[in-house]
């Protein structure tokens, strides 16, 4: 869930951040949607997405290591 990391982002802000990274998600719409409520929010900050792209088994296996991410099934 996204709940409170909108406005923790934007504390990260007004605490002098000038850029964030987010964490790797499943899919595009979860940048969207945090985006949209981090926008909401207040945040005006440049912000770099990352979204998990699997392309072979060992891929999978690193990517399935990184807490809080859920891949979906092949």
Do not use: C, W, Y
């Amino acid at each position: 869930t996204i709940s409170g990391r909108p406005a923790r982002l934007v504390a990260k802000q007004n605490a002098g951040a000038a850029v964030a990274v987010l964490n790797h998600t499943s899919s595009p719409d979860v940048v969207a949607d945090f985006m949209a409520a981090a926008r909401a929010a207040g945040l005006t900050i440049p912000v770099l997405g990352a979204v998990a792209v699997v392309t072979d088994e060992v891929s999978a296996a690193v990517l399935s290591g990184l807490p809080g991410l859920e891949l979906d099934a092949p």
